[in-house]
């Protein structure tokens, strides 16, 4: 079955500078991979998605490549703020491994802190 | 656009019992799905519902339930509840099935004792 791994639980940096989470998956590469934004008690937030054929997406501070080869998406928040402070999930579509489109796997997330 | 709510934000119950969780998309959104997020498993897949029909289901037991209205709204069911079973469970409304973005509601956090 497939499997998704967020490399680290916690990630801490400095202010200013570029925070990178990393989502790994086995098996068949996934449709397309959707990022996530989660603050305590509350629902996760959707940031970005990137689709199997593309590389890159961007959209205001954050970027998110995809590389199929790998089987590994990164997700870079530039320029930090404490306010970027938040757990970041990851998730895949089902679609491309028998299950069906809408079957959402997630990470168990990156919780990032960032210091003033 | 008002968001996606959960009603109750917050429920107790017992071991044995059953509750039943609401959930009302976003206007205009008739793709409804449901999820249990724990700390130990992280965010799981229950079901997904458009025109009042189950499309998906997760691996959960069949002590989970759900259904839809035709307005859309959803609701979720769990008989002869367990410890295990408390968690945040998050409504996830989408336009319809074949829309790939989907906004998540704020959740219902169940304790079970």
């Known amino acids: 079955s497939q499997k998704i791994e967020q490399n680290s639980e916690a990630l801490n940096i400095q202010e200013g500078k570029t925070a990178t989470l990393t989502c790994n998956y086995t098996?068949?590469?996934?449709?397309?991979l959707q990022w996530y934004r989660q603050d305590p008690g509350r629902g996760p937030v959707f940031l970005l998605l990137?689709?199997?054929?593309?590389k890159e997406k961007r959209k205001e501070r954050l970027k998110v490549t995809f590389d199929t080869t790998l089987k590994q998406s990164l997700f870079h928040i530039t320029a930090s703020q404490p306010a970027d402070s938040a757990t970041y999930l990851c998730?895949?579509?089902?679609?491309?491994?028998?299950?069906?489109?809408?079957?959402?796997?997630f990470g168990k997330g990156t919780k990032l802190s960032v210091k003033p | 656009k008002a968001g996606v709510t959960q009603t109750p934000r917050y429920l107790i119950k017992t071991r044995g019992q059953q509750v039943t969780l609401s959930c009302s998309p976003i206007?205009?959104?008739?793709?409804v799905s449901w999820y249990q997020q724990t700390p130990g498993q992280g965010l799981q897949f229950l079901f997904e519902?458009?025109?009042?029909?189950?499309?998906n289901k997760g691996n959960f037991p069949g002590r989970f339930s759900g259904r839809q209205f035709s307005n859309s709204r959803s609701e979720m069911n769990v008989s002869t509840l367990e410890l295990g079973d408390s968690a945040l469970y998050l409504c996830?409304?989408?336009?319809?099935?074949?829309?790939?973005?989907?906004?998540f509601g704020p959740g219902t956090r169940l304790t079970v004792l």
């Open positions: 519902y458009f025109s009042e029909t189950q499309r």
């Open positions: 098996n068949y590469s996934p449709a397309y």
């Open positions: 998730a895949l579509d089902e679609r491309n491994y028998g299950g069906s489109q809408g079957n959402l796997i």
């Open positions: 990137i689709r199997e054929n593309e």
């Open positions: 996830a409304s989408k336009a319809g099935p074949n829309t790939d973005t989907q906004y």
């Open positions: 206007s205009g959104h008739r793709s």
